[in-house]
């Protein structure tokens, strides 16, 4: 998708839910985020650690994994491309 869609893509009900997912985990997880974003190697060139966090939310989320699934309820989300070519969720 990445190579095809940019974030304008999104279908705007999806992106305020995606916002709500994201902000829903940073309230109930502050103290975590924080440690996370202490405690990362990381490399700048590609983001600062609370992008890391996203992208780690992301994968755990969908089950691929990164050791947030001890903390955080979730659950699934996976997007798709609409026949109107707008990602949605």
Do not use: S
């Not at 440690?35 to 994968?59: F, Q, R, S, V």
């Amino acid at each position: 998708m990445d190579q095809n869609y940019t974030g304008r893509d999104i279908d705007p009900d999806t992106f305020d839910t995606m916002c709500e997912d994201c902000l829903g985990f940073m309230t109930e997880h502050t103290g975590d985020l924080e440690e996370y974003c202490e405690k990362i190697t990381y490399n700048p060139a590609e983001g600062e650690p609370m992008a890391y966090a996203g992208h780690d939310l992301w994968l755990t989320r969908n089950g691929h994994g990164c050791g947030y699934w001890d903390r955080t309820g979730a659950g699934e989300a996976y997007l798709y491309v609409g026949d109107d070519g707008r990602i949605y969720g």
